[in-house]
């Protein structure tokens, strides 16, 4: 089968549901283990995500079909896979189970500078075109979970954050009123949106989208710990994308120059010179 799936075979049909009720009805009766199946699965949840909306897509995977949201996240990316290619490929379904986050002791400090890039659970692959879910590159946390966050000790981000502190913290558009609720969960209020360009990116749904999105939130007075001379740092800044999840050095540089005080970056999957670290990959 493989040798023969691996050529241009046409791909089969696919029509829009008329509505939720006939996209639950063919996803069960699709949802096979071949190639075919798979493909066609995977439209009908992509369509499902386009139509029910982000917050109540995995409510509705969980009530209403026979497989979780990881799952279903790979049927998607395949499907969108082999519409990339144009026609249908080998569906090889990943058996490894993700790990959950592991929230490792918090530093006992306090910072002036705080850099977040939360693993949010997007689900984001279809739209990406990566070849696995989220969860099988790191391990992600909803929104209440990155809220809550704390260690054993129970210290808590907001723990972390000194008189006079400002945050950088990485979002996407796809989570952007999300990010905005958890700035002011961890104690910051809203200042500003700075725009990663990444000079390349993916269409979806009439809109071609090439950037990412850094929120600046801050504690007590902002000009404590951003240099208020000098050249500022720009609200959009070009850099092109290596590879997935890695950010633009551009931007640990304006905060170096720019900014006054301890910094620490949370999230982090490497440790930074002059910087402390925290993060589930270190």
Known sequence: MNEVIQ????????????????AQIRILDLGKNIHEHAYLVGKD?????ENVGHGNYETWIGNNVWFGPVTAWRFMA????????????SY????????????????EGKYA??????????????LEKWESPLDDKY????????KELKDEKERKVQDLSAEDCVCFMWTTLTVLPDA?????????????????????????????????LILVGYKGKLS??????GEYIPTVFFESKTSHSTKPQKMYEYIEERTMGKKIELFARNKRAGWDAWGNQL
């Open 180 to 212: 905005l609720e958890l700035l002011d969960a961890w104690g910051f209020k809203y200042h500003i949106t700075l725009t990663w360009d990444k000079n390349g990116g993916w269409s979806s749904n009439g809109f071609f989208r090439k950037s990412e």
């Open 45 to 49: 949840l992509i369509w499902v995500k």
């Open 92 to 107: 090889h379904p990943k058996k490894s189970i993700p790990k959950s986050f592991t929230v490792k002791d918090l530093p």
């Open 78 to 89: 395949f499907a969108d896979k082999c519409d990339g290619v144009g026609y249908l490929i």
């Open 224 to 229: 404590n710990v951003i240099k208020q001379e």
């Open 139 to 146: 391990p992600t946390m909803t929104l209440e979970k990155l």
């Open 7 to 22: 050529k241009e075979i046409s791909l089969p049909a696919w029509n829009e549901p008329e509505n939720l009720d006939e």
């Open 113 to 126: 500078v705080l850099y977040a890039d939360p693993p949010w659970d997007i689900g984001s692959i279809v």
